[in-house]
Every structure is written in structure tokens, then in C-alpha cells.
């Protein structure tokens, strides 16, 4: 590859992020350390801006650096796939790079990947498991599965199905802490919540067609649908959490559903996010596809 043009700066300075120094990277690119600095002095020289802080120990980036970065990695990912989309004529195929949460993807997203993975045996499935917000955007990630409402964006975005809530407590902490009988009994109660910017400090109710909110408090915040579904297990306190997350626990006993009949029935949608417009890889493509066709929960 010549490194000379601005497509090869661009990867070799992306390699010195992914490699975490210029030694590291010189070896992967099969050139001299020497060279790879020069490669990021030209650049820097030509946009007028630092875009590393190197020392002996590491490498940190400028924020200029991270802009950089973030649209490098957008620029060679996108030539790639224009390369690969002329060369194999629209045939699917390459890395597709999947981030959703750690309960929803054991159960729901990694059942379909294996039957994905069976139609498209040429796309290599990258699947990230996290509760953390990844930034498509910045490259971190082709297709992320979001949950609830989503802030204005440039993403584009695909419902593909919908979930519940439920307040559940174990029996253990039932039997040392009594059971709610209505909602203002919570008060006295450990509410555990998700420690989400989105997440609200209020759990809705409705009964006989009146819905109204209730403040709740506790001592544990978490960002993980199943971290706060261990919690409660291990009797915590109570929670509040997606029906999927819970469903096994609940169907073996391990906790208790409460306050059924006060239960609003709010769903919470759940989108597919990604990159969309008219050059989206068609890797990208076909499994939002599939994610429509086939999502359940």
C-alpha cells in the first residue's frame, strides 16, 4: 500500500491507534519506526495540528487527533467496502461489527446470529456484548441494538421489537422485608435502578385508568439489566427491570413479580442504529434485515 497518499496516512495512523504505539504499528505495516513518524509529522504538518502526544510510555491522542481518527476510520472502512462490493458484485460479505447489552444479546441477539451466520457464511460476525453506548459514528461499531426512546441523531434507525417492565424482589428479601401491596409501600423498600443518564428517578404505575409516577430511592445503581437482576436474586432489593432479562428467574422461583396490578404496561422500543443512506455496506443491510424478519423479544 503506498503510504504516501492522504488514504495512506490516514491507515497508517489509524494502525498506531489500534497498535497503541508507532513500534507497534511499524511492524504491522512492515515499515521502520522512522518511517510511520514521518508518515504522522506530514500529516500533522498538513492539517497544522497536533494529533498525538507521544512520550515514553504511551500515546495519547489530541481531541483533534480523536476527530481525526473517527472519520479515518469511517473514510477506509467505507473505500473497503466499495472495493468489495465491485469486486464480488453486491455478495454480502466482510466483518460486520454488532454491539448490544449483555442480557438482551445472550438472549435474544446471539440465537440469531447463529442462524445468520448460517445464511451469510461470508460475513464474519464481530459481536461486542456491553450496557456502554458505543459510538457508531466514530467506527466503534456497524449496528448497535438500542433500548427506549433515542436522541436526535444522524443514525438511522429500525425498531425491531419492544419489551416490558417488571418489579421483582427475591423471596429472601420478601420474607426479611415484607411485600409492597401498593406503590407508596415502596418507600420503605431498597429500590435498586440503572444509573443511565436516560434513566428516570421514577417508577410510573397506573390503576383503574389513572397513571401517576412514584420517586424511589435506594442505595445501588447500576448500568446492567442482569447486574440488577443478580442483585435482586441475592436479595438487594427490589428492581425494576425488561421482562426478558427476568424471565427464567421468574419462571424458576428465583424472584417474585410485584405490583402486577399496577403495572402500566409501558413497552420500551428497542432499535436497530446504524449508518444508513445509500452507500450502507450491504452487510449492514441484510442483517437489519434479518433482525426485522426475525427478532422476538
Not at 497544522?48 to 504511551?58: G, H, N, P
Not at 454491539?99 to 440469531?112: D, K, Y
Request: charged share 20%; proline share 5%; hydrophobic share 45%.
Amino acid at each position: 500500500m503506498d503510504f504516501n497518499g492522504r488514504s495512506g496516512e490516514m491507515a497508517v495512523f489509524v494502525m498506531v491507534a489500534q497498535e497503541g504505539s508507532l513500534s507497534a504499528a511499524a511492524r504491522a505495516l512492515r515499515l521502520t519506526p522512522s518511517a510511520v513518524s514521518r508518515v504522522i509529522a506530514r500529516t500533522e504538518h498538513r492539517l497544522a495540528t497536533r494529533l498525538l502526544i507521544r512520550t515514553t510510555r504511551a500515546i495519547t491522542f489530541t481531541a483533534e487527533g480523536e476527530v481525526y481518527l473517527r472519520g479515518a476510520r469511517r473514510i477506509l472502512a467505507d473505500m473497503a467496502e466499495v472495493e468489495e462490493a465491485i469486486a464480488d458484485q453486491g455478495v454480502p460479505k466482510g466483518r460486520l461489527r454488532v454491539s448490544a447489552a449483555l442480557g438482551h444479546g445472550r438472549m435474544a441477539i446471539v440465537p440469531l446470529v447463529v442462524a445468520f451466520s448460517a445464511r451469510y457464511p461470508n460475513i464474519v460476525v464481530d459481536l461486542t456484548l456491553g450496557d456502554e453506548v458505543v459510538d457508531i459514528l466514530g467506527g466503534q461499531a456497524d449496528v448497535a441494538i438500542r433500548f427506549g426512546h433515542l436522541p436526535d441523531s444522524p443514525l438511522t434507525a429500525r425498531r425491531i421489537g419492544d419489551t416490558g417492565q417488571v418489579l421483582v424482589a427475591s423471596p429472601e428479601y420478601l420474607r426479611h422485608h415484607g411485600t409492597p401491596q401498593e406503590p407508596g409501600d415502596l418507600l420503605r423498600h431498597n429500590c435498586l435502578r440503572f444509573n443511565f443518564h436516560r434513566a428516570q428517578p421514577d417508577w410510573p404505575f397506573a390503576r383503574n385508568g389513572s397513571e401517576f409516577s412514584l420517586k424511589i430511592s435506594g442505595n445501588i445503581e447500576c448500568s446492567s439489566g442482569e447486574a440488577l437482576a443478580q442483585l435482586a436474586r441475592l436479595g438487594a432489593g427490589i428492581a425494576r427491570i425488561g421482562e426478558f432479562t427476568v424471565a427464567e428467574d421468574v419462571q424458576r422461583g428465583d424472584l417474585v413479580p410485584l405490583l402486577q396490578s399496577w403495572n402500566p404496561g409501558d413497552r420500551e422500543p428497542i432499535h436497530a442504529v446504524f449508518v444508513g443512506g445509500t452507500t450502507m455496506p450491504a452487510r449492514i443491510r441484510v442483517f437489519v434485515d434479518f433482525l426485522l424478519e426475525y427478532h422476538r423479544i
